[in-house]
């Protein structure tokens, strides 16, 4: 299917933003992504950063602009938020313990919808919480298909590596035990927008102890099964 609309600069903006839906990219990695000529990809850039539609890192790497954000809250078609609510306190339900949303927003993940456990020792993460994508599997989860040419920086002073990062590729889920922080432990898995792409990482957390040695075999059907609910609800009836 032709994605053209007929209006070339348009659409050459637009190959710009779907390329940094993936995360961070730099000058290069955008014209290899797009396939721009150089030149055209850094005008593009530049003019979209003007419109706060791209903003860059602390690498100086472009990342998607806190523009998209506000867009969407004024129109209420941030889906993911819309849909989160149920979806994450049936997971909360399920499993007995907190469940949250990750959406990533340049090198850090930020929490964008909550279910806290009701009663007892919890890990609470309030909405809009921003965190670092060096730990925590809901971090993995967003990096695991990342680009491999990011992966080289992304994982610099990281707690797991791209051993760890390849064994949630071949699962589906990810886990961790005391790498966000010391008796926290968790079990994430991918939202994927119709196109295959990870938008978001769903997740519960809680105690370690309570969690036990393997995490992911006590909970992550649960998180699994309410991420394929996720991206059901993003694709559109036909």
Do not use: N
């Not at 690498?59 to 969407?72: D, K, N, T």
């Amino acid at each position: 299917m032709d994605k053209s609309s007929g209006v070339g600069v348009l659409d050459k903006a637009v190959l710009v933003l779907d390329a940094l839906e993936a995360g961070p990219a730099s000058l290069a990695q955008l014209v290899t992504t797009t396939g721009l000529a150089r030149p055209t990809a850094h005008r593009l850039a530049v003019a979209l950063e003007h419109h706060r539609l791209v903003s860059r890192d602390l690498r100086g790497r472009f990342v998607l602009g806190a523009r998209h954000a506000e867009l969407a809250a004024a129109a209420g078609e941030d889906r993911l938020v819309a849909v989160a609510g149920p979806l994450l306190t049936a997971l909360r339900d399920a499993t007995g313990e907190s469940a949250q949303l990750y959406r990533r927003h340049g090198e850090h993940r930020v929490c964008i919808a909550a279910a806290e456990r009701l009663h007892g020792l919890r890990d609470t993460v309030p909405v809009g919480s921003s965190m670092t994508m060096h730990a925590g599997s809901a971090a993995q989860v967003l990096l695991a298909w990342d680009d491999p040419e990011r992966l080289s920086v992304e994982l610099i002073g990281s707690r797991f590596d791209a051993g760890v990062l390849s064994g949630v590729r071949r699962r589906g889920w990810a886990h961790s035990s005391g790498e966000r922080e010391a008796g926290v432990a968790s079990v994430s898995a991918p939202v994927r927008g119709p196109s295959g792409r990870v938008l978001a990482a769903v997740s519960v957390s809680g105690p370690a102890e309570r969690f036990g040695r393997h995490p992911g075999r006590r909970h992550a059907d649960a998180v699994l099964s309410t991420a394929a609910a996720f991206s059901a609800a993003l694709t559109p009836a036909t």
